[in-house]
Structure formats: structure tokens, C-alpha cells
């Protein structure tokens, strides 16, 4: 299992890097945000994201993809968290896009290449309840003569507005299985607003008509494949949370340094330099987890699940520490709107709230090594 | 130079001959084997394979010839390692002088110095012992007060050491001391080599909370040096701890290879003493070990990618900052979390109503808090990373 970047790798996170820090500033996402954009994200700058090959990483050439793994996703994942930066990459390409990937017929495989090409995107809807819980729903999906009927509501569904389609898991007679749902006037869309400011929806299916090529794999034998998906994107997810909070913690580090307070740099003071140091440790920490397990969806996939919890909650449980303490190191301009820190608070809070909090991936590493 | 392959496979054929069978085991607590005037062997393999091992120069293998070193490469000496790893041949001794003050004593001895000092120290004849802590001079070490005064022909040294490693097993010790009161203080430190055979040298054995430990107080009334003894400059001693401290890493690892496992599975030996969880405490708890065994499995990859940053040839002085106290806060955490486990069980004291496990695990709890203070404490780390990795300005009120 390698833990370092390749050279290739470093390429890709130095164009992200230079990409991202011009097109994409913290700036930019505060003007978004003040702007109530309908998308919520910028359509121009995704569709440069295209451009650069972002929305191919992953895919095996064969499917139209570049086949460069997940360590390199992760990252441009990592820059877009250091640079606050809202896309559909984690919701249509890594959820949606790893889903049609493993179980997607030849016809279907249509979506995945206009995902890759980024003329359409799709939105995974999973959540039900009021924290993450992907196996516990209602939303149920009958046998009708040439289809489906679907009936139940989904909150949560990251860039669900304005989407091509939805993913939608559902209960049917053989057990838990996925629908690709079309956008359609018959799917009522509601905006969920959030604290940072993205794009959200919560979507209600009342006895909406499905044809049969809708069923993505095999009815009730989709399990495997929804925990794989997930594993991908709480990855992605941990690494774009590790980027913010590595940015969080250089600008809190930096004032530490230029700060005065009694005379003196507030960063002379051992009770902050210990806690800047305790932080410095969880980041590390957190940063050997994160690499480990994108390194693990590139190499053997086996133990993906026990890698990518153990990466997303240690990198949320570091992020809330940062978060916490940079606040509190910047003092009363910490709780500002001036500053970027509450931008970085907020979005870290809904990403480590995202697939499963620190909580749901402790649960269920200790599951998972009980099993081994 | 012998192609490295064939060096293998000569360096295989004589451990093979060579290395007895009862040696080819982990090595039990207390079978560990000590280099100087007298050896402590139980058994005569033992003396058998530390003479073989002597008598080809492979106790210092990368040392020249002419000081008792065998001249290998690193290369073939990585050779040597992994050949004796695969046959799980025991260390034939242990040496502080070794690996400490050796590489020291090479680089900035006398020739007299190296000749006096490293060719015993290479055959294994004489046991070395570190002074450096004093009871005052503990996270501050350049703080230390045992002097070295100038007597002409010698120096005359006063004062105490503590936390001294087999300090009353040794038969010479390489000490820091004051030789100029006036001085700032880490200007006025000497590194001086010490016969513990001396007149005035005292020691006294230090019983810790865990019991019997190899540490000891050292005292020293009007102990007389030789001047030859004063290793690199006059007051020049700081510079040179820096380096000897710098080797106690790599020597510390080489006890982690056959000592007492401080890495310990913790889920294994939950559920040893607390099979299925289920009244809501044992369920609180074992969610506590899972968080524990987390941190661990993370302390685990990080090590694993210094390894390989460090064989990438990036710089990681960070990341190395940070693991001693990592690994030993993190051990502690899970000491206390597995004798909530045990309960009661894990409370037993000299009483044989409880088992050989149980007593050892509340020992190695007790041990614990030693490691977060011993060879830089948590504190001294935390500093480190705050200044040197993450530049933080400096109190100028303190001197580090």
C-alpha cells in the first residue's frame, strides 16, 4: 500500500492547485453564496473541471475514463476543500458515476458517458432520516406491468436541484435496489438552503411510473454496491475535508505569527502553542488515513469499508478540532463574516456531517473489525 | 568487495553454523544479554554465540578495522540485519556504548580516545551507562550542575545523576558536565567519559511505581577524570549530546525489536476479558476501544508513511516530531481503557490469586506513564513541534 503521491499524482494536485486558486477562490464561493445562485455551484468553472479531465479520473479507458485512481481524485478533492470550492464531482461522478460503473446495463452505460462528458449529471438520493443512515428507508418501488411504481421522499440529495437525473435507492419485493430517475415535472424538487450554502434538495416520488430499464443491477442485489459507492465518496469526502482543514489551520498558524496581544505575538504563549501543535498532530494523523484509504480503492478493495470509515472519522474529528480552535485563536474576529473561517466552519460542519459522521464510521469500523 | 549476494549467502551459511539453536528464539524478559567486564550469561550457548559474534568483529560490523569494527558497508551490514531477522538470531548483546556514544567517539575522538575507548567497547568488555538527567535538571537538561573542575592533571567531578540506565551495572559512563559556572548554560557543558569503577562514584537503585526498574541515582564526591577523557572541546559537550540524543532513536528501535511489546492489541484482549458487551457500561466502554484501536490503526499508517517518505527521500521532520508522542500518550489511553476492562482482575499486587497476564498488563500500565516522560516528554515534544515544525516565535522570557 503506497502512502505517498506518485509523481503523477503531484502533477495532477499542482494543476488543481493553479486551476482552482484562479477560477475558484475562497473569494469566488463568497459571492456565489451572496449571489443566491439557483445552481449553487459555477457552471462555468465545472465545466473547465470537464475540460481538464476531472469527471474521467477514475474510469477505466474502456468506459471513456483516463484510469488514474482514486489517489489522484483525491488530490483535486483536497484542493477544492482548501479552496472551498462547490461541484458536482462528488455527487454525480464519484456516487452516481462508481454506481453505473459497477452495475449499469449497455444502455444505461448512456448516462455514465454523459457523465464523463459532463452534458448531464446525475444526484444520488439516499437519505431519509435526519442523519446518515443508508440501509434505513421507506421510499418503496412496486412491480407494475412494463415497470416500476415509486413512492417516498429523500432529503439530503447533494446537487439534486437543476439535476439530469437522480439515483434513487428504494425497497422492492426482492430487497434494496437502485433506480435511475429521469428529471421529470412528476418528481416534486424542493431546495433545502444550508449552512454552506450549497446545493441541496429534498425529492418526493408520489406513484411516479418507472419503465423497467430504470432498475440499475439486479433487483434486491445492490447492497455491495451502494456500500462501495459510498466508501468512494466518504473518501473524496475526507479529503476534501482534510484540504479545508489544512487550510484552516495555515491561516490560524500565520496569525498566531503576526497577532499582539500584552506586547508579544499571541504564538509566544505555550498554552497556544501546545494546542497549535496538539492540532498539527490529528492533521497528520488524519492525512496517513485519508492517503491509506484512497490508496486502498486503487489497489485492493477488500477491506475499502474498515479504510474509509477510519479516514472519515478521524478527519472529521481533526477538522472539529481545527475548526474549533481556529475560532477561538482568532479571537472575536473569528466569529465575523469578514473573515473566511466561518466559510470553512460551515462547509466542514455539513461535510463531516455528509455519509456518515464520526460517529456512524466509528460504529461501524468497530462492526466491521468484529467481522475480521 | 564481495558481490553483495554472495556476501549474503556466506553471511547465511555462518549464522547457520554458528548461531546455536536456543538462540534462534524471541528473547524472554531477562535473557537479554549486557556486554562488559562481566557478562551476565545463564546458559552457555549464550557466552558461545556472543565470543562467535565477537570474534568476527560483528558486534560494530560498519566500524573500521582498526577499532574492532569488521568494515562492512551499510550495505552488506543491512545484509547482515535481515539474515539474522530471518534466522530470528538473538542480539548477542546489547551495548548503550554501541550505539550511542560510538558514533560519537568515531567522528569527533582522539586517536588515543578511539583506540583506549572503541576497541573494548567493540569486543563487548566494558558496559556503558548514559549521565545526562539530574534530579534538577529533568526537561531542562542543559540546566545540569555536576561539575568537572580543573585540577591540572585532571578533573574533579561533584554532583549526582538520575534516571541513570543500569547505573550500578556499568563500567563507564558517558556524562554531560558543567565545566564553566559563568557561562550561558548550554555554553558551558562537557561530554567527559567516566570510570564508575572510581573512587567517590556511588549508586543507588531507583524502585518506580511498577516495581524494580534498571534505573538509578548516581553520585559522585571528588571523583577524579583523567584530562584525556574530555571527548571533542572544552565546553563543547552540548553539541555533542545533540548527536549522541540523535542515535538514541535508532537505539531505542533496536530494544523495540526484543523487549516487552509496548504495542499491545487491545480488541484482542478486550474481548479476553470482556467477551460480548452487554450491559450499557461494557457497551460505552467498548466503544471507547474501538476509538482507542482507531487512533492506533492511524498511529500505525503514519508510521508506515514516514517509512516511505523517508525511503522517497522527502523531508518528514515533522511527521517524525510528532510520533513518540503520539505512540506513548496513545498507550497509556489504552492501558487505562483495557483495566476498566478487566475490572478487578486487573488490580492484583504480588498475589498469585491473580495471573501471570493479569499482574504483567498492571505493571506495563504503571510503565506507562514512564514512556510520556522519559527521553523527552510530551511537553518537550509539543514545544518541538511548536517551534521547529510549525515556527511558532519563541518566549523570550524562556530558554530552551
Known amino acids: 500500500m503506497s502512502l505517498v503521491y506518485s509523481e503523477d499524482d503531484r502533477m495532477l494536485a499542482d494543476t488543481a492547485e493553479e486551476f482552482l486558486l484562479s477560477k475558484s477562490p475562497v473569494a469566488a464561493q463568497r459571492t456565489l453564496r451572496d449571489s443566491k445562485s439557483a445552481l449553487n455551484f459555477d457552471n462555468d468553472v465545472w465545466q473547465q473541471m470537464v475540460e481538464l479531465g476531472w469527471t474521467a479520473i477514475t474510469f477505466p479507458e474502456k468506459l471513456g475514463g483516463l484510469e488514474f485512481g482514486y489517489k489522484g481524485l483525491g488530490a483535486v478533492f483536497e484542493s477544492m476543500g482548501k479552496h472551498l470550492t462547490a461541484s458536482p464531482l462528488l455527487s454525480s461522478v464519484v456516487l452516481c458515476g462508481s454506481l453505473l460503473e459497477q452495475l449499469a446495463n449497455d444502455s444505461q452505460l448512456e448516462w455514465l458517458n454523459h457523465i464523463i462528458s459532463g452534458e448531464k449529471r446525475l444526484a444520488l438520493a439516499i437519505d431519509e432520516k435526519a442523519r446518515h443512515e443508508p440501509f434505513n428507508f421507506q421510499t418503496e418501488a412496486v412491480d407494475v406491468a412494463d415497470g416500476f411504481v415509486l413512492s417516498g421522499k429523500k432529503v439530503m440529495v447533494m446537487d439534486g436541484l437543476s439535476a439530469d437525473g437522480w439515483v434513487v435507492s428504494a425497497k422492492h419485493k426482492e430487497g434494496v435496489s437502485l433506480f435511475i430517475v429521469p428529471f421529470s415535472e412528476d418528481v416534486i424538487v424542493k431546495r433545502t438552503n444550508l449552512v454552506d450554502s450549497r446545493n441541496y434538495a429534498e425529492l418526493t416520488f408520489n406513484e411516479l411510473t418507472l419503465p423497467v430499464n430504470a432498475l440499475l443491477g439486479n433487483p434486491g442485489d445492490s447492497i455491495d454496491a451502494i456500500n462501495h459507492s459510498l466508501d468512494l465518496g466518504r473518501l473524496c469526502l475526507s479529503s476534501e475535508i482534510l484540504g479545508a482543514s489544512k487550510a484552516l489551520f495555515d491561516m490560524t498558524v500565520e496569525y498566531l505569527k503576526t497577532r499582539e496581544q500584552f506586547g508579544v505575538k499571541i504564538g509566544t504563549f505555550q498554552a497556544l502553542q501546545h494546542r497549535a501543535a496538539n492540532c498539527y498532530v490529528e492533521l497528520e494523523l488524519a492525512q496517513s488515513c485519508v492517503i491509506a484509504a484512497l490508496s486502498n480503492a486503487d489497489d485492493t478493495k477488500s477491506d475499502l469499508g474498515l479504510s474509509a470509515s477510519l479516514a472519515k472519522c478521524q478527519v472529521s474529528k481533526a477538522a472539529d478540532l481545527i475548526t474549533r480552535e481556529a475560532i477561538q485563536m482568532h479571537g472575536g474576529i473569528g466569529v465575523t463574516d469578514e473573515l473566511d473561517i466561518g466559510l470553512y466552519l460551515k462547509r466542514i460542519r455539513v461535510a463531516q456531517m455528509s455519509l456518515g459522521d464520526a460517529d456512524f464510521h466509528q460504529a461501524r469500523y468497530g462492526e466491521l473489525k468484529n467481522k475480521m | ?400
Open chain 2, 1 to 400: 568487495m564481495v558481490d553483495l549476494e554472495e556476501f549474503r549467502i556466506q553471511v547465511r551459511e555462518w549464522l547457520e553454523d554458528n548461531c546455536p539453536e536456543s538462540l534462534r528464539t524471541p528473547t524472554p524478559d531477562g535473557e537479554l544479554i549486557w556486554g562488559g567486564k562481566t557478562p551476565n550469561f545463564t546458559f552457555d550457548d549464550q557466552r558461545l554465540w556472543f565470543e562467535r559474534m565477537r570474534d568476527k568483529n560483528w558486534f560494530c560490523p560498519t566500524w573500521a578495522k582498526e577499532y574492532g569494527g569488521a568494515g562492512l558497508s551499510s550495505k552488506e551490514n543491512s545484509v547482515l540485519e535481515s539474515e539474522m531477522r530471518k534466522l530470528k538470531c538473538r542480539p548477542p548483546q546489547i551495548n548503550l556504548g554501541i550505539w550511542m556514544l560510538g558514533p560519537v567517539l568515531l567522528k569527533h575522538g582522539t586517536e588515543q580516545q578511539k583506540q583506549q575507548f572503541l576497541k573494548p567497547m567493540a569486543r563487548g568488555e566494558v558496559r556503558w551507562c548514559q549521565g545526562f538527567s539530574e534530579p534538577n535538571a529533568g526537561s531542562d537538561l542543559a540546566s545540569l550542575r555536576t561539575s568537572a573542575q580543573d585540577m591540572g592533571d585532571h578533573y574533579l567531578v561533584n554532583g549526582s545523576k538520575i534516571w541513570t540506565s543500569y547505573g550500578d551495572k556499568s563500567d563507564f559512563m558517558y556524562a554531560l558536565v558543567r565545566t564553566d559556572p559563568a557561562a550561558p548554560k548550554h555554553q558551558g557543558i562537557s561530554l567527559l567519559l567516566l570510570d564508575m569503577h572510581s573512587d567517590g562514584v556511588k549508586t543507588a537503585p531507583i524502585h518506580l511505581i511498577s516495581g524494580k526498574s534498571s534505573f538509578c541515582e548516581v553520585f559522585f564526591d571528588n571523583v577524579k577524570v583523567p584530562k584525556d577523557n574530555l571527548v571533542g572541546e572544552l565546553n563543547g559537550g552540548w553539541q555533542l549530546a545533540k548527536e549522541l540524543l540523535q542515535h538514541e532513536r535508532s537505539a531505542m528501535s533496536k530494544f523495540g525489536e526484543f523487549q516487552l511489546p509496548t504495542h499491545f492489541d487491545l480488541m484482542s484482549l478486550f474481548n479476553d476479558y470482556m467477551p460480548a458487551p452487554h450491559t450499557p457500561s461494557e457497551q460505552s466502554l467498548f466503544y471507547k476501544a474501538v476509538e482507542a484501536d482507531m487512533q492506533e490503526h492511524a498511529y500505525n499508517l503514519t508510521v508506515q508513511r514516514l517509512t516511505q517518505e523517508m525511503q522517497a527521500g522527502i523531508n518528514n521532520f515533522g511527521l517524525m516530531s510528532i510520533m513518540k508522542l503520539v505512540h506513548t500518550e496513545q498507550e497509556i489511553i489504552k492501558f487505562e481503557l483495557l483495566l476498566d476492562a478487566m475490572g478487578y482482575r486487573a488490580l492484583g499486587w504480588e498475589d498469585n490469586n491473580f495471573t501471570e497476564q493479569e499482574q504483567a498488563i498492571n505493571r506495563a500500565w504503571l510503565n506507562s506513564f514512564s514512556q510520556a516522560i522519559a527521553g523527552g516528554s510530551s511537553e518537550v515534544q509539543l514545544n518541538i513541534i511548536a517551534k521547529r515544525v510549525l515556527q511558532l516565535p519563541e518566549n523570550k522570557g524562556a530558554q530552551t
